[in-house]
T-cell receptor, first 114, second 110 residues
Framework: DGGITQSPKYLFRKEGQNVTLSCEQN?????MYWYRQDPGQGLRLIYY???????QKGDIAEGYSVSREKKESFPLTVTSAQKNPTAFYLC?????????????FGPGTRLTVL | GENVEQHPSTLSVQEGDSAVIKCTYS??????FPWYKQELGKRPQLIID?????GEKKDQRIAVTLNKTAKHFSLHITETQPEDSAVYFC?????????FGAGTRLTVKP
């Protein structure tokens, strides 16, 4: 999991602003994921991508957007349409072989709306 | 879709005792079951995993058991230490579609 980086570590957003969270991996993984974690709760899937130029909505995609122009990068934009964006955001990646789908996580970005 | 339930939500044990965390899943197609440990403010770290063709797997003080018929799997930590204190998440995955349990906050009292 040392091959996955997220930036920034902390991010503050004013209401009405869009912000973009970065996720990069050098593990040569095909699949990448974005999760949201709220205090005392589990991980909820926002978006995932199994191949470049393709991505699918997860369970809580509303108010978020992603792109996958490069294999190494999967940025997440939190739009002003996301009503309660304050949370800890985790990016993960994995291979897509049926026998090796362990997900490895980045260090996370803590987003706070001011 | 897959639904993973995890119990208990909090668990407190004395140092040296064992800790058991249980999860159930709903999708019979799930074939991969990892466990993650997350310390406060840190990323989840994989600690052990098991695939559906195996019933039990052990790694030092940590073991995982899987009952595919009943659709449940458990994490066992023996000889607990204060550094085992963290939040533990189970997950179930079918074809890279992974769903997580809500987590168990384990506290090991010295």
């Amino acid at each position: 999991d040392g091959g996955i980086t997220q930036s920034p570590k902390y991010l503050f957003r004013k209401e009405g602003q869009n912000v973009t969270l970065s996720c990069e991996q050098n593990l040569n993984h095909d699949a990448m994921y974005w999760y949201r974690q709220d205090p005392g709760q589990g991980l909820r899937l926002i978006y995932y991508s199994q191949i470049v130029n393709d991505f699918q909505k997860g369970d809580i995609a509303e108010g978020y957007s992603v792109s996958r122009e490069k294999k190494e990068s999967f940025p997440l934009t939190v739009t002003s349409a996301q009503k309660n964006p304050t949370a800890f955001y985790l990016c993960a990646s994995s291979r897509t072989d049926r026998e090796t789908d362990t997900q490895y996580f980045g260090p996370g970005t803590r987003l706070t709306v001011l | 879709g897959e639904n993973v339930e995890q119990h208990p939500s909090t668990l407190s044990v004395q140092e040296g005792d064992s800790a058991v965390i249980k999860c159930t899943y709903s999708d019979s197609a799930s074939n991969y079951f990892p466990w993650y440990k997350q310390e406060l403010g840190k990323r989840p770290q994989l600690i052990i995993d098991i695939r559906s063709n195996v019933g039990e797997k052990k790694d030092q003080r940590i073991a995982v058991t899987l009952n595919k018929t009943a659709k449940h799997f458990s994490l066992h930590i023996t000889e607990t230490q204060p550094e085992d204190s963290a939040v533990y998440f189970c997950a179930a995955s079918a074809d890279n579609d992974m769903r997580f349990g809500a987590g168990t906050r384990l506290t090991v009292k010295p």
